[in-house]
């Protein structure tokens, strides 16, 4: 089974910026959308952000809109996370996963990345 292994993830001051990495060891990664979703502690998983296959559209939950961008490297089986001007509500875990009609495809989940935002 398809396996993700996400990275990046660090303690930060509020208003400053991280840059997650997520690694795909599918070969069918490249044909499917992909997305990024948190778990705060306490909390139910949530979606963040996600992109179609070949990076033509891409969508953002309202409360990263603006502040956070999605993108990927097909030749790399990779997807990446560039949060910018980030908040104490943004601390979380981070993980991605391929998507199929919009919901995560893939499981177990990996190991996410923690990202941690003080005040």
């Known amino acids: 089974q398809p396996e993700m292994v996400e990275s990046g993830g660090g303690l930060v001051q509020a208003g400053g910026a991280l840059s997650l990495s997520c690694k795909h060891s599918?070969?069918?990664?490249?044909?499917?959308?992909a997305g990024w979703f948190r778990q705060a502690p306490g909390t139910e998983r949530e979606f963040v952000a996600s992109?179609?296959?070949?990076?033509?559209?891409?969508d953002y939950a309202d409360s990263v809109k603006g502040r956070f961008t999605i993108s990927r490297d097909n030749s790399k089986n990779a997807l990446y996370l560039q949060m910018n001007d980030l908040k104490p509500e943004d601390t979380a875990v981070y993980y991605c996963?391929?998507?199929?009609?919009?919901?995560?495809?893939?499981?177990?989940w990996g190991q996410g990345t923690l990202v941690s935002v003080s005040s």
């Open positions: 996963n391929r998507l199929w009609k919009s919901e995560p495809l893939d499981a177990p």
């Open positions: 992109i179609d296959w070949d990076s033509s559209s891409t």
């Open positions: 599918g070969r069918a990664f490249i044909t499917y959308p």
